[in-house]
């Protein structure tokens, strides 16, 4: 029977013929590259720390009984899912075998659905160890993947596109909803960068008082105003030789962007309360939740400040348009606060994992971190569905939402997960959501969904 070569391989030993052989059928037509064994020792020659799969064994056989296959699997990887089948429930001996680390335990006979989902389940598991485990290797070499984490096609591009300006001294504005990684990724534009030796200067503009802000971007002179009792390098000093990040830009006021603008165009600034120009040689980045040239349009924003900190544009994907990555990355969190914590990974449910997928995630990436650490500490019942569940009822005890927009998130965001893996392909993405070329093209306009931002490299 040929199966799915991407599909999760499950080893079955089973010395009785007549069970390896329906079980591992039952297996094939449910999606999995299943193989029989009637002794042990082949199957375990076929396990690695990279193996991608499920170990699946009767417990009586002769020779090497199932406790032994568990001890032995254990031994090439600690962390790979290992199920117990037995026709004599003793509950001693399940008790004791996942105690030694077995992935669950089935009494025979079973219901094959009940196989299959409890298999389904150990090879999400094991889908997600590895990721982890492929990302923390390459943390060694504090690679970009471990600093901006997800596998899906938009992370890629963004990560490819961060590189190439990484290497050169360019102005980057960067485009995101709240709760994206702005500031991370302006961090990885210096770390990656040629001015690593420099400081990485964050400022959030919509945090300094209007009153501030000259004295905070460009410092002061001893006496400059009451309070001001020594001279005070400003960030835009700060930073000369490293990089400035200006987070929220869109609030700075309009006579801070005139001197902003002068500084980056002359490389100089003076002081509050002084003349003279002091030079400096930074590399600005900033970033935008909104679009500025529509605040130019209406007055609230400098068009020409605009075109000289937009040399470079990074946009960073919601996490609702990167569905594949959600589960790595509250895998990914989890994993951290549990060892942050000294607590216990807690695996997920297959309810979990269909919370995390069906949530529209309006806080992002950081709502997604909340949420791991949340679920680490075991805060309420219900894990992670429990969790969703609770926040929607708060939420929309305090702020009702109506239908209609319910409705347009859930639309736009099933439209941008086809095209994300149709990757921009509009045939397919019809096909896939069986709407007509039109419809589509209609409802991607009113969504300002764009098909070039899912297209491969």
Same mark, same amino acid.
């Given at each position: 029977?040929?199966?799915?070569?991407?599909?999760?391989?499950?080893?079955?030993?089973?010395?009785?013929?007549?069970?390896?052989?329906?079980?591992?059928?039952?297996?094939?037509?449910?999606?999995?590259?299943?193989?029989?064994?009637?002794?042990?020792?082949?199957?375990?020659?076929?396990?690695?720390?990279?193996?991608?799969?499920?170990?699946?064994?009767?417990?009586?056989?002769?020779? /090497?009984?199932?406790?032994?296959?568990?001890?032995?699997?254990?031994?090439?990887?600690?962390?790979?899912?290992?199920?117990?089948?037995?026709?004599?429930?003793?509950?001693?001996?399940?008790?004791?075998? /996942?105690?030694?680390?077995?992935?669950?335990?089935?009494?025979?006979? #079973?219901?094959?659905?009940?196989?299959?989902?409890?298999?389904?389940?150990?090879?999400?598991?094991?889908?997600?160890?590895?990721?982890?485990?492929?990302? +923390?290797?390459?943390?060694?070499?504090?690679?970009?993947?471990?600093?901006?984490?997800?596998?899906?096609?938009?992370?890629?591009?963004? !990560?490819?596109?961060?590189?190439?300006?990484?290497?050169?001294?360019?102005?980057?504005?960067?485009?995101?909803?709240?709760?994206?990684?702005?500031?991370?990724?302006?961090?990885?534009?210096?770390?990656?960068?040629?001015?690593?030796?420099?400081? #990485?200067?964050?400022?959030?503009?919509?945090?300094?008082?209007?009153?501030?802000?000259?004295?905070?971007?460009?410092?002061?002179?001893?006496?400059?105003?009451?309070?001001?009792?020594?001279?005070?390098?400003?960030?835009?000093?700060?930073?000369?030789?490293?990089?400035? #990040?200006?987070?929220?830009?869109?609030?700075?006021?309009?006579?801070?962007?005139?001197?902003?603008?002068?500084?980056?165009?002359?490389?100089?600034?003076? +002081?509050?309360?002084? *003349?003279?120009?002091?030079?400096?040689?930074? !590399?600005?980045?900033?970033?935008?939740?909104?679009?500025?040239?529509?605040?130019?349009?209406?007055?609230?924003?400098?068009?020409?400040?605009?075109? +000289?900190? *937009?040399?470079?544009?990074?946009?960073?994907?919601?996490?609702?348009?990167?569905?594949?990555?959600?589960?790595?990355? #509250?895998?990914?969190?989890?994993? &951290?606060?549990?060892?942050?914590?000294?607590?216990?990974?807690?695996?997920? &449910?297959?309810?979990?994992?269909?919370?995390?997928?069906?949530?529209?995630?309006?806080?992002?990436?950081?709502?997604?971190? *909340?949420?791991?650490?949340?679920?680490?500490?075991?805060?309420?019942?219900?894990?992670?569905?429990?969790?969703?569940?609770?926040?929607?009822?708060?939420?929309?005890?305090?702020?009702?939402?109506?239908?209609?927009?319910?409705?347009?998130?859930? &639309?736009?965001?099933?439209?941008?997960?086809?095209?994300?893996?149709?990757?921009?392909?509009?045939?397919?993405?019809?096909?896939?959501?069986?709407?007509? +070329? !039109?419809?589509?093209?209609?409802?991607?306009?009113?969504?300002?969904?764009?098909?070039?931002?899912?297209?491969?490299?």
């Amino acid at each position: 029977m040929r199966t799915d070569p991407q599909a999760s391989p499950v080893l079955f030993v089973d010395d009785e013929m007549a069970m390896r052989l329906s079980v591992v059928q039952w297996l094939q037509l449910a999606g999995f590259a299943a193989e029989g064994f009637a002794t042990p020792q082949p199957a375990l020659d076929r396990l690695s720390p990279d193996f991608p799969g499920v170990l699946v064994t009767d417990v009586r056989m002769p020779r /090497m009984d199932g406790m032994a296959v568990l001890a032995r699997a254990l031994e090439r990887d600690a962390d790979l899912p290992v199920i117990l089948v037995t026709g004599h429930g003793d509950v001693t001996l399940a008790v004791e075998a /996942m105690r030694r680390g077995a992935y669950d335990f089935i009494e025979k006979p #079973f219901e094959p659905d009940h196989l299959v989902a409890v298999i389904r389940r150990a090879a999400e598991k094991r889908r997600l160890v590895l990721e982890n485990r492929g990302l +923390r290797l390459r943390a060694a070499g504090d690679g970009i993947e471990t600093r901006l984490v997800g596998t899906s096609p938009a992370m890629a591009e963004l !990560r490819r596109d961060l590189m190439d300006l990484a290497a050169t001294s360019a102005s980057v504005l960067i485009h995101g909803e709240t709760g994206t990684g702005k500031e991370l990724v302006a961090r990885c534009l210096h770390d990656f960068g040629t001015r690593t030796k420099g400081a #990485f200067v964050p400022v959030n503009c919509g945090a300094i008082p209007d009153s501030m802000a000259e004295s905070e971007l460009f410092g002061h002179e001893a006496g400059a105003f009451t309070g001001a009792s020594q001279r005070r390098a400003g960030k835009l000093e700060h930073s000369s030789g490293g990089t400035l #990040f200006l987070d929220e830009i869109e609030s700075m006021p309009l006579a801070i962007q005139v001197k902003l603008l002068r500084a980056l165009q002359e490389r100089t600034i003076e +002081r509050l309360g002084s *003349n003279k120009s002091v030079a400096i040689d930074l !590399r600005l980045v900033a970033a935008t939740k909104i679009d500025l040239l529509d605040l130019s349009d209406e007055g609230k924003f400098r068009a020409d400040l605009y075109y +000289r900190l *937009n040399v470079a544009e990074l946009h960073i994907p919601p996490l609702r348009a990167r569905g594949d990555d959600i589960p790595l990355l #509250f895998d990914y969190f989890a994993t &951290e606060f549990a060892e942050r914590h000294g607590r216990e990974p807690r695996p997920l &449910e297959p309810a979990d994992i269909d919370a995390l997928l069906a949530h529209d995630w309006p806080g992002n990436v950081r709502e997604l971190r *909340n949420l791991a650490e949340r679920h680490t500490l075991a805060v309420g019942r219900g894990g992670v569905a429990g969790l969703l569940r609770r926040r929607a009822a708060g939420s929309e005890a305090s702020s009702p939402r109506a239908l209609a927009d319910q409705v347009d998130a859930f &639309e736009k965001r099933a439209i941008e997960q086809a095209l994300e893996r149709c990757k921009g392909d509009i045939k397919a993405v019809m096909e896939t959501l069986n709407t007509p +070329r !039109r419809t589509l093209n209609e409802k991607m306009a009113r969504h300002g969904l764009d098909r070039t931002r899912f297209l491969p490299r």
